[in-house]
């Protein structure tokens, strides 16, 4: 044994808050690729030591993304609630982590501290965080939302229904309709990506699926998800429409690569909110994110690939959503690699969102190119499934053939609800077990019998 061996000390240095969350995030290929990620583990641990240090009250001085450019930036600083976050406003980071897994964060005190929050302060203090510190301090987070049902209380799991077909032929959509109310799911939202994306298109489809909900009285909401400017223009022809769409980013340019800004979004939720088609609240929007967003638009700037998805939940919180959804694996490889680097971001993405007071769903998904595989989708959607997720995605066989990737499927979240004892939205269990697809312990029937659900087969013409 050599004794007397001389030590290698290597210095790290953080110039600016943006270097210091880049270098402190866990590995992806997302800032691997935009030369953002820690050189090292030793570095990347370092990073972390001085980040938990930063007092939280930094994160409104120093802006990652100047005031005067960005208009995201701007709503973050001037939306800011003083008195929502004078109770942390004396922590550091790493205390600030400790206090989210202690008693005094409850259900109550998460939800009066959400409009205090900053989405940088989440962001780099979910870098702190083990998995598992994820999932505890998201399941306190209770974000519920309203308009024919309600979504995310408390033992519930909603599930948007997802019928796309490659070509929006009625039929097909009609038949995966049919497919997943059968299994109990459409309460979150019948959502269909259209395969184009024009006001006429957009409007058959609306139609399609407003004439399915009227004709067996289903309480929930409809979405065809086009551009935000197109479902401006359908409601100024009438059109039967419950949920905007929209996908945004963390950062005034990425926003402006999607055709958007701040000012068309108000437009919109004040356009929806004046139809008044909701029952039961007024929550009349749906945005979807996802990391590596922002980077493959080259409108990051220069921002970790995690912070500036968190920024985007800032965006989303503005509108009062009904729902918000990270496709966490959608972009591909370039940016989260493989199975782990996506539960991560999974985990990371439904954090911060609920953290911020936003109705956090998650597309549990991946690309046929990425090193990811179903089992690595089942472990994510059981781990969401714990921390408390509003909404998951039903794609019939668990594969959209639309968009050509591999998401989760109606008996997916069937297996969760059972799992965990799960249960629809509650007006849309009312009507589930009404039509006896669901029987009174909150099961999904193994076979539809019954006058009801007889009519629910009729509907289709399958009867």
């Not at 609306?206 to 086009?226: G, H, N, Y």
């Not at 970790?304 to 959804?325: C, F, G, I, M």
């Amino acid at each position: 044994m050599q004794t007397g061996a001389p030590f290698s000390f290597e210095r790290f240095t953080f110039p600016d808050l943006k270097t210091l969350l880049a270098k402190a995030s866990p590995l992806r290929s997302g800032d691997v690729l935009a030369g953002l990620a820690a050189s090292s583990d030793e570095e990347r641990v370092a990073a972390r030591f001085v980040l938990a240090d930063v007092p939280l009250k930094r994160f409104l001085s120093e802006v990652l993304v100047p005031y005067e450019d960005d208009d995201v930036t701007r709503m973050i600083i001037d939306d800011h609630d003083a008195d929502a976050f004078a109770p942390v406003s004396s922590l550091t980071v790493g205390e600030f982590r400790n206090w989210l897994l202690g008693d005094d964060a409850t259900p109550e005190a998460l939800k009066h501290l959400a409009p205090g929050l900053t989405p940088e302060m989440v962001a780099a203090v979910s870098k702190l965080m083990r998995n598992q510190d994820l999932i505890a301090v998201a399941k306190k987070c209770h974000v519920v939302t309203a308009f024919r049902n309600t979504i995310g209380l408390p033992g519930h799991l909603s599930v948007r229904l997802q019928p796309n077909h490659p070509t929006d032929d009625p039929a097909g959509v009609a038949a995966s309709i049919l497919d997943g109310l059968m299994h109990g799911s459409g309460d979150a939202v019948i959502g269909i990506n259209p395969a184009t994306d024009s006001p006429e298109a957009m409007i058959e489809l609306l139609k399609l699926i407003d004439e399915v909900r009227e004709r067996i009285d289903i309480p929930t909401q409809s979405c065809v998800l086009a551009h935000v400017t197109t479902a401006i223009d359908v409601m100024a022809r009438n059109a039967p429409v419950d949920l905007v769409f929209q996908s945004i980013a963390g950062t005034q340019k990425a926003n402006e690569s999607f055709g958007i800004n701040l000012a068309m979004l108000a437009e919109a939720e004040d356009a929806a909110k004046g139809l008044k088609r909701g029952t039961v609240g007024d929550n009349v929007m749906y945005f979807e994110t996802g990391q590596g967003a922002a980077l493959s638009a080259d409108a990051h700037e220069g921002i970790d690939q995690q912070t500036v998805e968190a920024r985007a939940y800032a965006v989303a919180r503005k509108y009062s959503p009904l729902l918000v959804n990270t496709v966490v694996g959608f972009i591909g490889p370039e940016y989260l690699f493989d199975g782990k680097q996506i539960t991560r971001a999974g985990l990371e993405d439904h954090f911060c969102g609920k953290l911020l007071g936003v109705p956090m769903g998650c597309d549990v998904c991946y690309t046929n190119h990425a090193e990811a595989d179903q089992d690595d989708m089942d472990n994510l959607l059981t781990l969401l499934g714990v921390a408390g997720c509003n909404f998951v995605i039903g794609v019939p066989g668990a594969d959209d053939i639309m968009l050509n990737y591999q998401s989760t499927s109606f008996h997916d979240a069937m297996y969760l609800r059972s799992v965990l004892g799960l249960q629809p939205a509650p007006e849309f269990a009312a009507w589930l077990r009404k039509m006896e697809i669901l029987d009174q312990n909150g099961r999904t029937r193994p076979q539809l019998d019954g006058q009801a659900a007889q009519n629910l087969l009729a509907w289709s013409g399958a009867a």
